[in-house]
């Protein structure tokens, strides 16, 4: 039988509960535990597809195709685990079900109601998780915050569900902020007093309490957390801010943290943490550091391409190097040059992204680091605009351009796939998730992934057109990863460089901190080598 975890926030937002969740996953998992997630977003939207990453940030996918929250990403790095659609539940998905249900007559004449048929149909969901993955123990993550009208549903639905699990089964874990009041220099509890008190309002009382804290958290504000909100003093966790995320697990478990969770779920088990500790040593003492660029359009939000970022660091975790990630708005280069905004760079990564908005500084850039030698790494569109600047440059097509930007071009290097033709619908229609790829023999590509065939994680409209690849190839941009029946172009490279490389796909997705994807591997490798200018 499954034992489920509940993580609540309170105080704010953005406090880190997805990270938490993700370090207990790891601290479960390395006690020899099967380990499930599941994030709930108390939005409207059915999912994170349509959702704006300058909002949300990324919208993570999964391998079956699922358009998620950000979080799935930080649960699949720390847990290295492969989710489903299954484990991002949103208020629109529950209440697109309950009303077709209604439609269907399904309630035979009930009049359908918030309690029960809403929270039976999220009940039904978080149930699904733990069944589909057969997991010893399921975190369910619920978004927001205590006290936001979204979120009650799912809290009222999770109270049900710990009575019905029985004593043993289920824990509730609060994440909240110790505020650090500036003049007077203290770190106060009341905010989370109170937002326990709110949890408790709705008939849940937290079993342990992760306190989001600058300083650490003194022997009295412990003591007075734990009597005002009636946690055991052992069971007040700090979470203080550490140089790496990966560094988390090993202080929660420094407290304590795994242990209790295990004791109090009767599932305890010595953990193993070798291999985490392997990487965090890695990250520790780096050989080198070095700072590659990100040239892409949402750049002001960091969580925008938080996968690509996590990605490149799992390839310095590799090489034994420090990779800070300089991010670099396309747009600035399409002013001011990519020479001046890219100097000092040892790489450029230019990632995915929709619309015409930035996107001739990100050829620039790439026009750069081709003529340079500068070790470049392009994802989904990033591999687009290479393309287009393949084609202008080299080919000399001046008019080169993707069908998404322009549609009076001559050359559409890049075009709609004849089953996106007259797709309207935004949500859930784009090529998405996973597809297996193969590898040519002879390319960088092959020796990278060592390996003829590959699957990897897609999210795009737009394809290389087959109707230029030929005469792109003849002028040397090599085809080195296809669609199994070779119809689909899904990586580009070119030879005579030392490193440049373009996915169709989104490789950043599977990377892990303790396997990082070959591609950031060895582009991080080739990085590395690299003596930029300065
Ligand atoms: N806008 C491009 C397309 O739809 C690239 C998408 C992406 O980078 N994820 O094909």
Same mark, same amino acid.
């Given at each position: 039988?499954?034992?489920?975890?509940?993580?609540?926030?309170?105080?704010?937002?953005?406090?880190?509960?997805?990270?938490?969740?993700?370090?207990?996953?790891?601290?479960?998992?390395?006690?020899?535990?099967?380990?499930?997630?599941?994030?709930?977003?108390?939005y409207? @939207?059915?999912? =994170?597809?349509?959702m704006?990453p300058?909002?949300?940030?990324?919208?993570?996918?999964?391998?079956?195709?699922?358009?998620?929250?950000?979080?799935?990403?930080?649960?699949?790095?720390?847990?290295?685990l492969?989710?489903?659609?299954?484990?991002?539940?949103?208020?629109?998905?529950?209440?697109?079900?309950?009303?077709?249900?209604?439609?269907?007559?399904?309630?035979?004449?009930?009049?359908?109601?918030?309690?029960?048929?809403?929270?039976?149909?999220?009940?039904?969901?978080?149930?699904?998780?733990?069944?589909?993955?057969?997991?010893?123990?399921?975190?369910?993550?619920?978004?927001?915050?205590?006290?936001?009208?979204?979120?009650?549903?799912?809290?009222? =639905?999770?109270?049900?569900?710990?009575?019905?699990?029985?004593?043993?089964?289920?824990?509730?874990?609060?994440?909240?902020?110790?505020?650090?009041?500036?003049?007077?220099?203290?770190?106060?509890?009341?905010?989370?007093?109170?937002s326990?008190?709110?949890?408790? @309002?709705?008939?849940?009382?937290?079993?342990?309490?992760?306190?989001?804290?600058?300083?650490?958290?003194?022997?009295?504000?412990?003591?007075?957390?734990?009597?005002?909100?009636?946690?055991?003093?052992?069971?007040?966790?700090?979470?203080?801010?550490?140089?790496?995320?990966?560094?988390?697990?090993?202080?929660f478990?420094?407290?304590?943290?795994?242990?209790?969770?295990?004791?109090?779920?009767?599932v @305890?088990?010595?953990?193993?943490?070798?291999?985490?500790?392997?990487?965090?040593?890695?990250?520790?003492?780096?050989?080198?550091?070095?700072?590659?660029?990100?040239?892409?359009?949402?750049?002001a939000?960091?969580?925008?391409?938080?996968?690509?970022t996590?990605?490149?660091?799992?390839?310095?975790?590799?090489?034994?190097?420090?990779?800070d990630?300089?991010?670099?708005?396309s747009?600035?280069?399409?002013?001011?040059?990519?020479?001046?905004?890219?100097?000092?760079?040892?790489?450029?990564?230019?990632?995915?992204?929709?619309?015409?908005?930035?996107?001739?500084?990100?050829?620039?850039?790439?026009?750069?680091?081709?003529? @340079?030698?500068?070790?470049f790494?392009?994802?989904?569109?990033g591999?687009?605009?290479?393309?287009?600047?393949?084609?202008?440059?080299?080919?000399?097509?001046?008019?080169?351009?993707?069908?998404?930007?322009?549609?009076?071009t001559?050359?559409?290097?890049?075009?709609?796939?004849?089953?996106?033709?007259?797709?309207?619908d935004?949500?859930?229609?784009?090529?998405?998730?996973?597809?297996?790829?193969?590898?040519?023999?002879?390319?960088?590509?092959?020796?990278?992934?060592?390996?003829?065939?590959?699957?990897?994680?897609?999210?795009?409209?737009?394809?290389?057109?087959?109707?230029?690849?030929?005469?792109?190839?003849?002028?040397?941009l090599?085809?080195?990863?296809?669609?199994?029946?070779?119809?689909?172009?899904?990586?580009?490279?070119?030879?005579?460089?030392p490193?440049?490389?373009?996915?169709?796909?989104h490789?950043?997705?599977?990377?892990?901190?303790?396997r990082?994807?070959?591609?950031?591997?060895?582009?991080?490798?080739?990085?590395?080598?690299? =003596?930029?200018?300065?």
């Amino acid at each position: 039988m499954t034992k489920f975890i509940f993580v609540t926030g309170g105080v704010v937002s953005s406090v880190g509960k997805g990270i938490t969740t993700a370090c207990l996953g790891r601290l479960l998992k390395d006690r020899g535990l099967k380990v499930t997630t599941q994030k709930i977003d108390p939005y409207l @939207n059915v999912d =994170a597809g349509t959702m704006s990453p300058f909002q949300h940030g990324e919208v993570f996918v999964t391998d079956d195709g699922a358009e998620t929250d950000l979080d799935l990403g930080h649960y699949e790095r720390f847990v290295d685990l492969s989710l489903s659609q299954l484990s991002n539940v949103t208020t629109g998905q529950v209440y697109g079900t309950v009303i077709r249900k209604e439609r269907a007559g399904e309630y035979l004449g009930q009049t359908v109601q918030v309690i029960p048929h809403l929270t039976d149909e999220i009940k039904l969901r978080i149930s699904a998780i733990a069944e589909h993955d057969q997991a010893d123990i399921a975190i369910i993550e619920i978004g927001g915050t205590v006290g936001d009208i979204e979120g009650q549903p799912f809290l009222e =639905a999770v109270r049900q569900m710990r009575r019905e699990l029985g004593p043993g089964n289920s824990l509730f874990i609060h994440v909240t902020l110790i505020p650090y009041v500036g003049p007077s220099g203290e770190s106060k509890t009341k905010p989370t007093q109170h937002s326990v008190r709110e949890l408790r @309002n709705i008939g849940i009382q937290p079993d342990v309490l992760l306190c989001r804290s600058r300083r650490p958290l003194s022997k009295e504000m412990r003591e007075k957390l734990s009597l005002f909100c009636d946690v055991a003093p052992e069971a007040v966790i700090e979470g203080l801010d550490t140089d790496s995320i990966y560094e988390l697990p090993l202080t929660f478990e420094d407290q304590g943290f795994g242990d209790l969770v295990a004791d109090r779920l009767g599932v @305890n088990g010595k953990p193993d943490h070798t291999e985490w500790k392997k990487v965090v040593q890695r990250i520790r003492k780096p050989k080198q550091k070095i700072t590659v660029a990100m040239v892409g359009k949402y750049m002001a939000l960091k969580d925008a391409y938080i996968s690509v970022t996590e990605a490149i660091c799992h390839g310095g975790i590799a090489n034994s190097a420090q990779v800070d990630v300089k991010r670099v708005d396309s747009e600035e280069i399409e002013k001011h040059g990519a020479a001046k905004l890219l100097k000092g760079m040892s790489g450029i990564v230019v990632p995915g992204g929709y619309g015409d908005r930035g996107v001739e500084g990100k050829i620039q850039a790439i026009q750069h680091a081709r003529e @340079n030698g500068l070790p470049f790494l392009g994802l989904c569109l990033g591999m687009q605009c290479a393309v287009i600047e393949f084609a202008r440059h080299v080919c000399g097509w001046k008019d080169a351009n993707s069908a998404e930007f322009r549609s009076d071009t001559e050359h559409p290097v890049l075009d709609l796939l004849p089953e996106q033709e007259g797709v309207t619908d935004k949500g859930a229609t784009q090529r998405l998730g996973a597809y297996p790829m193969r590898i040519m023999p002879g390319t960088n590509a092959r020796k990278i992934y060592g390996s003829a065939r590959a699957s990897e994680r897609h999210r795009h409209r737009y394809e290389v057109n087959n109707t230029f690849r030929s005469e792109l190839e003849d002028r040397g941009l090599v085809t080195a990863g296809v669609s199994p029946d070779g119809s689909l172009v899904e990586l580009i490279e070119l030879p005579d460089h030392p490193f440049f490389l373009g996915s169709q796909f989104h490789p950043e997705f599977k990377s892990r901190p303790n396997r990082a994807h070959p591609l950031f591997r060895e582009f991080v490798k080739a990085a590395a080598k690299y =003596a930029p200018a300065q």
